[in-house]
Nanobody, 125 residues
Framework: QVQLVESGGGLVQAGGSLRLSCVASGRTFGSYAMGWFRQAPGKEREIVAA????????YYVESVKGRFTISRDNAKNTVSLQMNSLKPEDTAVYYC??????????????????WGQGTQVTVSS
């Protein structure tokens, strides 16, 4: 069981940056693969970035490669998403997600078990 709380969303102009953070409860954070998802108005929820249990491997959806960076600090039970060069099409509610029982070096792009409430990111033109 894990509770996830996101923060860091807001309104930013195109080309700007935001850093999203997710704090997890519990003592077994290092056993969870983590991901960031987003859902834009009228669109399906999609994977944005994912990271393995140790942080040794990452995944990014093609549209954010080179602009977003996912990282985690297992000692602090946190996972972050640094978002640079933001575009209006990045506007969405961003969700932190955790998957239990994950192999050490496995990236997951779907089938996550636990979700945060989401944080709104709005990028103006």
């Amino acid at each position: 069981q894990v509770q996830l709380v996101e923060s860091g969303g807001g309104l930013v102009q195109a080309g700007g940056s935001l850093r999203l953070s997710c704090v997890a409860s519990g003592r077994t954070f290092g056993s969870y693969a983590m991901g960031w998802f987003r859902q834009a108005p009228g669109k399906e929820r999609e994977i944005v970035a994912a990271i393995t249990r140790s942080g040794g491997r990452t995944y990014y959806v093609e549209s954010v490669k080179g602009r977003f960076t996912i990282s985690r600090d297992n000692a602090k039970n946190t996972v972050s998403l640094q978002m640079n060069s933001l575009k209006p099409e990045d506007t969405a509610v961003y969700y932190c997600a955790a998957r239990a029982g994950s192999p050490a070096d496995t990236i997951f792009t779907q089938y996550y078990d636990y979700w945060g409430q989401g944080t709104q990111v709005t990028v103006s033109s």
